[in-house]
C-alpha cells in the first residue's frame, strides 16, 4: 500500500525533513540543521511549529449526539459547555483500550472526534458499529489539515497574524471561526508537548500559506519540529502514547488515567468492567521509574525484580529537559511504591532504576 503524505509535505522537503514511514504516512522526524534534541528544547524554550495533519477527525451530528459520544467515552460529557474541548479514552465491553481522543462540542448536537491517525479507521469502524438512532458519524479527515505551534512564545507569535484576542481561547477550550493570516482555522488551546500553545485546523488548500505565515512571523522564535522531538515533549510530559502506555489489553486505570474515567456517569462501554476492576484492586499500574546505574531505557524493554519478570517499559529515553534517563513502566502493582528498586533488562542485563514520583515534567499550560 503506498505511503500517504499531509499537505504539508512539500514544506518538510522545503525545510528539509528526514522523512519516515509513520504508521503508512510520509512525515519527517526531525529537520535538517537542527536536530531532535534542538528541536526538543526550541520547544521548551520558545516556539516550534507541527504538521499533525495525519490525526483523524470525525463528525458526530443529530439530536442524540450528546447520548451517544456519552455511551462511546469514559469521561463526563454531560458537564461540557459549548465550545470546549475534552480528552478521554475509549474502551472496548473488556475495558481496553480502543483509543484516546480529543471532544470538540459545537453544541449538544454536534461534536467533532479528534482520534490518533493509526486508529483512525479502526475508531470510525467502531464508532459505525456502536452507532445510536438519530445520529451521523462522518469521517470528516479529508477536510482538515492540522498545524500545531507549541511553546512558551507560541501566542505570541500566533497573535501577529489574527485579530481575534488569543487570550479569550481558554485552556482546553476552541473558536471554530478565527481569521489567521486571512485564513479560515478552528483554533484550540490544546497540545501533546505539555506546553502552552494551540492546534489548528484548516482547509487542506491553505495548509501550505499558513506554515508559512506562522513561520514567518516567529522568524528566530519558531522552527518546523518532527516527529522525534514531539515523541519526547510529550514523554516528559508524561502525555500517554497510543500502543505503549494505553492500548486494547492495558485498561486506562492501569495507565494511571483514572482522573478521566467517570464510573459514576452512566453506563458507557467498558464501565462494568472497569468498576469491576476497581473494586477488585489493580493487579498493575503505570509507574515513573529513573536509572540509578548506567543504561537507557526503551519501549518494551521488560522489568524484573529479583531476577522475576514483573512488566515492561511503555516509553523511556535520555530525557533533554533533565539530562538523564527516566522512563515509564507498567508492572505488578506490588512493586509499584516510589522507592522500590527494580530492574530494567537492557541487552540482557539486568541495569538497576528505582520507582519513581513527579519526577516528570510539570505541564506549563494557561490555566481555565
Known sequence: MPLQSTPLYPMHLKYKGKIIDFGGWELPVQYEGMGIIKEHHMVRESAGLFDVSHMGEIMVTGERAQDFVQKLVCNDVSRMRDFQVLYSPMCYPDGGVVDDLLIYKYHPAKYLLVVNAANAEKDFAWIKENLMEGVL??????????????GPRAQEILQTLTPTDLDQIKFFQFNPAVKIAGLECIVSRTGY????????YVRP?????????ILKAGGELVSPIGLGARDSLRFEAKLPLYG?????DITPLEAGLGYFVKLDNGDF??????????????????VEFEMVDKG????????EKDGVNIGHVTSGLHAPTFKKPIGLAL????????????????RGKAVKAVVGQGIFYRKRTKSK
Do not use: C
Not at 508537548?193 to 489548528?200: M, P
Not at 488548500?205 to 505565515?213: G, I, M, P, S
Open 205 to 213: 488548500a491553505d495548509a501550505v500559506l499558513l506554515w508559512e505565515e
Open 137 to 150: 458519524a462522518e469521517d470528516v479527515s479529508p477536510q482538515y489539515a492540522q498545524l500545531a505551534l507549541q
Open 193 to 200: 508537548t505539555g506546553e502552552d500553545g494551540f492546534e489548528i
Open 269 to 286: 462501554i467498558g464501565r462494568s468492567a472497569l468498576l469491576e476492576q476497581k473494586q477488585a484492586g489493580l493487579g498493575r499500574k503505570l
Open 296 to 303: 537507557i531505557p526503551r519501549s518494551h524493554y521488560e522489568v
Open 331 to 346: 508492572i505488578d502493582s506490588k512493586y509499584s511504591a516510589p522507592g522500590t528498586e527494580i530492574d530494567i533488562m537492557i
Open 244 to 248: 505503549q502506555e494505553i492500548d486494547k
